[in-house]
């Protein structure tokens, strides 16, 4: 789901600031040249090139991916193909005594997602490339996210062993900034932050060289653009004919980056940056999707449903620009399209805290006006909207006013006692697998509370921000 929730709703306050040299360096060596460096055309001494002719550009070929997993009987192993945060299922396996073996799969460069028993929560993210055509990886318990060990892949020694080390890296600095708000000493840990993020360029540069010729090595390249500050060559370092770059993260965190950099939360400046990100990717349709669909999605989880419109209008629907897009992009754009106003959201038919089911469609012909709320019991601002639902639900339900809750709670009590304790009594619902429940992503929720009010033939009239506004709309509509 994303790609720039939470990034760009730094860039609407903050310009982000980060660079890249082609020879491993120490964090001091960073810092140094960084400050002599401004020049736009200057090479990030954060980029080093890991790309060679062994890892440019895709690869397709058969592979065996196997390994041992302490695991109950009847347990399954599923393996994802990854696009950003897209997942795709394109195998299974039952583990044996002990064991997964998969049967060989054509695969291509990139990362893959195992997951035990097709749950989300219980994930691992691996490598995968043709250039290692078996693949053992053994997980020390069943919490695929704990211990592992690659045990003949160096591509996935790599990737355990710089994950390990970019965790440490990004906690460190995420308590760092915990300790900078009013702080007498905000330049001292800003300084500290900034040895903290080269600690970890450093750190990807020397095992870029211990691992040369890998996809992660390439990923690694792919993690500090070669000219930073300059907006017009932000992409140049990669390449976009090479497809293995959409199995990954960095065309998404690319086009944060350049968002955080460039835009200062300007409309004009997000939208020179998409034309920028789209002219880059044009000569291939495969990566061109994967860029603009990042960016459709990103700007629609942060409230910026106009540029929204505009990627759709101008690089997905257009007749001209659009020509050489697959369905497959429009078919993606359709998730957003109907959730914005005038469109018609879609449907669920879910199990209610109360018994049966709540069918969407079947609800709003029932009445004039239904609010759909998704909600948390772990949510503060939720604790401050439902008591004003409440009496708004029992004043006007009569005429023709319903609202059904969706919890994104992962715990049955949770969700239960927060009902039973506020006095809910509008319907409720909750698939329970919190911001990996399907009707989450559906309905692309990253926050809550977040509301859709929709009239008797279901299509959205309002997405307000907070209860007062659906009462404000009903006063005056609901007659």
Request: proline share 4%; charged share 25%.
């Amino acid at each position: 789901m994303i790609w720039i929730a939470s990034s760009l709703l730094f860039v609407l306050t903050s310009c982000g600031d980060s660079s890249a040299s082609n020879e491993p360096v120490s964090s001091k060596k960073i810092e140094t040249v960084e400050v002599e460096q401004t020049q736009t055309d200057a090479v990030s001494p954060r980029y080093k090139n890991g790309i060679n002719d062994q890892n440019k550009g895709d690869k397709t070929g058969s592979v065996r991916l196997h390994g041992l997993i302490p695991a109950k009987p009847g347990s399954y192993m599923y393996l994802f193909q990854t696009e950003a945060r897209t997942k795709t299922l394109i195998d299974s396996t039952e583990i044996k005594g002990g064991v997964y073996n998969f049967k060989k799969v054509e695969a291509s460069r990139g990362f893959y997602e195992l997951q035990l028993n097709g749950a989300a929560k219980n994930a691992s993210t691996i490598i995968i490339n043709p250039d290692e055509a078996d693949i053992h990886v053994d997980f020390k318990s069943s919490r695929l996210n704990g211990a592992r060990t690659a045990v003949n892949s160096n591509e996935n020694k790599a990737w355990f062993a710089y994950q390990s080390k970019e965790n440490k890296n990004n906690n460190e600095i995420k308590n760092l900034r915990k300790g900078m708000k009013d702080s007498p000493y905000r330049k001292r840990i800003e300084l500290q932050i900034k040895d903290k993020e080269l600690e970890l360029v450093a750190t990807q540069h020397e095992m870029m060289d211990t691992y040369p010729g890998t996809y992660f090595a390439k990923v690694m390249t792919w993690k500090n653009p070669k000219y930073h500050n300059d907006q017009g060559k932000f992409f140049e370092d990669l390449d976009p004919l090479d497809n293995s770059i959409i199995h990954s993260m960095s065309i998404s965190d690319r086009i944060t980056a350049m968002m955080v950099k460039f835009s200062r939360g300007e409309d004009s400046r997000f939208l020179a940056c998409i034309d920028i990100v789209k002219a880059h990717f044009e000569p291939n349709p495969v990566t061109l999707e994967s860029a603009l669909y990042a960016m459709l999605d990103g700007f629609y989880n942060t409230g910026k449903e106009d540029i929204c419109i505009y990627i759709l209008d101008n690089y997905i629907y257009d007749e001209d620009c659009g020509a050489d897009l697959s369905d497959v992009i429009k078919q993606r754009a359709e998730g957003i399209v109907n959730l914005q106003l005038g469109k018609i959201p879609p449907n669920f038919n879910i199990d209610a805290y109360r018994g049966g089911k709540v069918n969407l469609y079947e609800t709003v012909k029932k009445n004039k006006y239904t609010l759909i709320m998704f909600w948390a019991s772990f949510c503060h601002k939720c604790e401050q909207e439902i008591p004003e639902l409440i009496p708004l639900y029992a004043r006007l339900k009569s005429q023709g006013f319903e609202t059904i809750g969706i919890s994104i709670d992962q715990v049955r009590k949770s969700w239960t006692d927060a009902i039973e304790s506020k006095g809910i009594q509008y319907p409720n619902l909750s698939q329970l697998q919190g911001y990996d429940s399907p009707i989450v992503s559906k309905y692309k929720i990253t926050s809550t509370p977040t509301y859709f009010l929709l009239n008797n033939k279901g299509e959205i009239v309002l997405k307000p921000k907070r209860i007062y506004e659906v009462e404000a709309f009903l006063n005056q509509n609901l007659k």
